[in-house]
């Protein structure tokens, strides 16, 4: 059973920084894809990044310069280091990976951003 268990995140100021984590069950960070999404209130979940098992990245334009996502296979960890922060960034923020066709979740983390 797959298990996604995301922390870190909170209320900061606009141009603070917040560092996510995502603990997973099992040793998925080195055979799997890994991604942090994004909801705001009243729109639709968005990528925010990506890494392959082989460490290839991919960010959103709209977080490119500012946020990093990387891994630490042996802890089994996602992170996401997010810096500059907007008041846009304002979201709940998802990890996810998928297995053959199932996709599976965190509960999320909320971060707010106040201006």
């Known amino acids: 059973q797959v298990q996604l268990v995301e922390s870190g995140g909170g209320l900061v100021q606009a141009g603070g920084s917040l560092r996510l984590s995502c603990a997973a069950s099992g040793r998925l960070l080195g055979f799997n894809a890994m991604n942090w999404y994004r909801q705001a209130p009243g729109k639709e979940r968005e990528l925010v990044a990506g890494?392959?098992?082989?460490?290839?990245?991919t960010y959103a334009d709209s977080v490119k310069g500012r946020f990093t996502i990387s891994k630490d296979n042996d802890k089994n960890t996602l992170y996401l280091q997010m810096n500059s922060l907007k008041p846009e960034d304002t979201a709940v923020y998802y990890c996810?990976?998928?297995?053959?066709?199932?996709?599976?979740w965190g509960q999320g983390t909320q971060v707010t951003v106040s201006s």
């Open positions: 890494i392959t098992a082989g460490g290839r990245i």
């Open positions: 996810n990976t998928k297995m053959w066709t199932t996709n599976y």
